[in-house]
């Protein structure tokens, strides 16, 4: 073999390799950031097309990631990595991830200029102060709060509650602490909280379980439900189940938690029981409440200004159609919070390119600032505090969680399936 031919393909396996390693740090960081499995591979895929890779394939199993290509000779060469969480949420993170995908496919560029770009997006600064992220936490809570029927001093305090916990969560997350113990001990401290408020006579027992309410729901694992959802469509049954399995462990946690705390209430005389109505607020201060929780939720995800005024159309959209479902519909509201799921995945999978956004973080925060289910947690924990049975608003609970993830997908799939038949229509 001429020294050219030797240089040539040696060029071509470094270009290989770096093109390898930029698949591979493009996949763990989109998996740990927030991505669901399919839209990662459909990333990877994009980027190894336009390098010419041959028979090149990116496979998820669980937290392991493989990509493969053929080298200048043929031969399979791969490259595995781990991924370190499969529970965070990132969605700025995800936002500047995308925009390197976007820029290596449409500026064609080389592997070497791409893994510098992903490197600077990925260790990119926050798009707020550090303080915002907790000022989007406690505007959630107040709107939840809100929302479920809390007086305005409950929510205030909830918002203050939803710091605490966050606060102690992210400590926990620095030492390492395991997950289960970590979020038991957010449920405790939650519900010693509320239970503390009301012995100093500042809330109801209704009020008190409020703010715990609003708390609990805010610690459950919406999105890993949503992208275990998303995996479990895309027939990615390995990753759906790693998640599933951390989302587990969070309300295993809960649970834990709220035990504790129950268990606690009961040695307290806390008068007569209650049958755990709460005030209904109007449709139009649940639609505004919606539109003010999901850019709070936006923030406390790390969105980027980019983010907020999509999440307020997201939770307008979102609140609009699960309150026409339940008033004119008469839908229970069961149902029409995963129904209204629906309409937000096929809104976010179609807006999402044009807007520049993620997907999933825009559906994430249409569906927790309009459809969590605060209200059914909250009079599960008013009857459990007076020793009356509670558990079936609690499943239920649980099952309307899993149905707002499984919804969502389903508007995703809607749109995909809608994109088909329209590039079928077109190729025609």
Known sequence: MSQPDTDR?????????????????????????????????????????????????????????????????????????????????????????????????????????????????????????????????????????????????????????????????????????????????QAALAGFLGGGLHLAGWLTVAQAATVIATAWVLIAPLPQLISTAIDLVSADSLTALARALGAALIIGGIVLGGLLMLSLTWRFDLGVASDGKLPVVPVWMGIVFAVLGAVGNALFNVGGPRLLGTAAVAGLVTASVNQALIHWGNVPSAWAGPMAAVVLGFLAAASADRLRLPMSAIALVGITGALLPGLIVCQGLILSVYQVSGIGYFVQAGAVSVALGVGTSLGVYLWSLTMRRSWAAATD
């Open 9 to 185: 393909e040696r060029a071509e396996q470094q270009r290989i390799a770096a093109a390898l390693t930029f698949l591979t740090e493009l996949g763990t960081s989109g998996l740990e950031s927030g991505y669901a499995t399919e839209a990662v591979t459909v990333m990877l895929t994009s980027c190894a097309q336009v390098w010419g890779l041959t028979r090149s394939s990116a496979t998820v199993v669980g937290r392991v990631l493989i990509v493969q290509c053929d080298d200048v000779h043929e031969h399979p060469v791969s490259r595995v990595a781990q991924v370190s969480t499969l529970d965070a949420f990132d969605c700025d993170r995800m936002r500047r991830i995308k925009d390197v995908v976007r820029a290596t496919v449409s500026e064609r560029l080389d592997p070497e200029t791409a893994c510098e770009r992903l490197r600077r997006a990925d260790a990119g600064p926050p798009p707020f102060p550090w303080w915002s992220v907790q000022a989007g936490g406690m505007l959630l809570a107040l709107c939840i709060c809100l929302q479920i029927g809390g007086t305005p001093t409950a929510a205030a305090l909830a918002a203050v509650v939803q710091l605490v916990v966050n606060l102690c969560g992210r400590g926990f997350g620095a030492w390492r602490v395991p997950k289960l113990f970590a979020v038991a001990v």
